[in-house]
């Protein structure tokens, strides 16, 4: 069974239930059903082909129908691409020459490519003809479902083709195509559909579990809070950065999390203070911490407060993952820190890009480029990004370690850590940070802080205070955009200290 046919029966077995609700609009699984099916045939009514793409940038102000027309796509025998609403032009035009759709769904029509494509309907004007939905029977599960870009926090950004195995294999792994869920679960977010976590965790998530998807479309801590108490949610889903602007907010102290029995957390690094502060706040809630990729192969999550409690933990190590060395050798020792490796059930790609393809997945294993090793107790910690990690005077410093003391200063809202050039040593390490609301500190406070809790050589030689860190939609850092400005700042201190 295809994902869009495992809705179909849940349509069936809960049709009442809600599925969406995006503060606009409340969507039950058989309206969601029924109007799939209507805009499926639609877009083959309009011309669209078994394979053919079809572009989506939707902002979640529209979630409900943003659900209605992946599912449409897929019922279609197309495929879905859902892409970033905060892309640049030059980075749709890059990423759709490639992609090559055909027809395009929207609510940001400034977010198109520049050469278009063959129709554009607005997200609200979807085509619906009924008559014209295809035999579903005649599609695959190993056809090509949905291509999700990946952040493109570096480089080009590429497409991760998702097979419809892929999806319907996370729908069913809870039970059979049809499982009740029995405990009236729901989930709050503001992941962004057009991400990964956000469209197979919550735009896809009601169909795996029957739970309800609030979507609040635009994070802001005050709102969030206030929908936990009008919607009472039991799981929260917010990426690190999220978490942390909520433990900030005022309203933290007097809102109602009765409700609540699960925080989940992914996509970035999770400080250490903001579990601390979690469970001061709410004893009663449970935290989980995952780790996963856009390019899948990847999953594994912390089950225990223990777990959650220990810095960069992500749970135990599974049987699916490895760790290996720059020669490729798999790393079974302790403690012994390598590069992350996922197997995948079924081969993964980038879209027409066998290069980056031949980079990125090694036979059924997919290379992260996150490293990590095995503690004494069997789990896995992650220690940063290969690409993030800084040789300074031929040492390796990964920027987790220094980003987590400095979280633990009481000031510090928010910290990156990155390898700045340095002309003797190659690279140095650079700071930048955002201080809480009304706190204060200065550069040399939190030298002297880092000096107190880790080795020399990992102090950073810069440390720039900022209003805001750069982000991306998926609310993680953009360090490549704080290179620069963290260069300029150590060749300002160089000169004044001179």
């Known amino acids: 069974m295809r994902v869009s046919d495992i809705l179909k029966v849940k349509a069936q077995v809960i049709p009442d239930r809600v599925a969406h609700d995006d503060t606009k609009r409340v969507m039950t699984f058989a309206e969601w059903d029924r109007e799939a099916d209507e805009v499926a045939g639609g877009l083959v009514a309009a011309g669209l082909k078994p394979g053919e793409r079809v572009l989506l940038p939707v ?42 759709p055909r027809f395009a769904i929207t609510n940001t029509p400034d977010k198109l490519p520049t ?34 870009g990946t952040s493109g926090t570096t480089g080009k950004i590429k497409g991760v083709v998702n097979s419809h195995h892929h999806y319907s294999f996370i729908a069913l792994r809870s039970g059979d195509a049809a499982f009740v869920d029995r405990h009236a ?57 999220m978490l942390r602007l909520i433990l900030d907010h005022p309203d933290v102290e007097t809102t109602d999390m009765s409700s609540v029995r699960y925080i989940l957390t992914g996509t970035a690094p999770l400080p ?66 390598g590069e992350i490796f996922g197997k995948q059930g079924k081969a993964r790609r980038y879209w027409r890009d066998p290069e980056a393809t031949a980079k990125g997945f090694v036979g059924d294993w997919t290379k992260t480029g996150d490293l990590g090793y095995i503690d004494d107790d069997g789990d896995l910690i992650l220690s ?33 850590v990155v390898g700045i050039h340095h002309e003797i040593l190659g690279e140095d390490v650079a700071a930048a940070v955002t201080l809480l609301s009304g706190a204060s500190a200065t550069p040399e406070d939190l030298y002297a802080w880092c000096r107190e809790r880790l080795a020399d050589n990992k ?40």
């Not at 890059?94 to 090559?100: F, G, K, Q, S, V």
């Not at 735009?203 to 009472?232: H, N």
């Not at 490895?322 to 798999?330: F, H, I, P, S, Y």
């Open 459 to 498: 102090c950073p030689r810069t440390i720039l205070i900022m209003d805001e860190l750069p982000i991306n939609q998926s609310a993680k850092v953009l360090k490549p955009a704080l290179k620069p400005l963290l260069e300029e700042a150590a060749a300002k201190r160089k000169s004044v200290s001179a």
């Open 115 to 148: 050469g278009g494509v063959e129709k554009v309907w607005d997200i609200h004007e979807m085509p619906r003809d009924l008559a014209s939905l295809p035999d579903q029977s005649q599609f695959s599960n190993d056809d090509d479902a949905i291509i999700i």
């Open 59 to 100: 902002h979640n102000r529209d979630a409900c129908e943003m659900a209605i027309a992946v599912i449409a796509v897929m019922r279609a025998g197309a495929i879905s691409c859902p892409i970033n609403t905060r892309l640049s032009q030059k980075e749709i035009d890059d990423y759709c020459e490639a992609l090559e």
């Open 272 to 337: 250490h203070d903001s579990v601390v502060r979690v469970f001061k706040h709410w004893p009663h809630i449970a935290m989980r911490n995952s780790y996963g990729m856009s390019e899948g192969g990847i999953g594994v999550s912390t089950r225990t407060r223990e777990q959650v409690l220990k810095p960069g933990c992500v749970g135990t190590m599974p049987p699916h993952m490895q760790l290996r060395d720059e020669a490729g050798n798999v790393i079974t020792d302790k403690n012994v820190v």
């Open 384 to 416: 940063g990004r290969s690409k993030e990690l800084i040789i300074r005077g031929g040492f390796n410093i990964t920027p987790l370690e220094i980003e987590t003391v400095l979280h633990d200063h009481p000031a510090v809202k928010d910290a990156a």
């Open 185 to 241: 679960n729901s989930t709050l977010h503001a992941l962004p559909f057009t991400s990964s976590g956000g469209m197979q965790g919550e735009c896809l998530g009601p169909i795996s579990a029957g739970m309800i998807c609030y979507t609040l479309p635009t994070f802001d801590p005050a709102a969030y809070l206030k929908l936990v108490q009008e919607k009472r949610p039991t799981t929260l889903y917010l990426v690190p950065t």
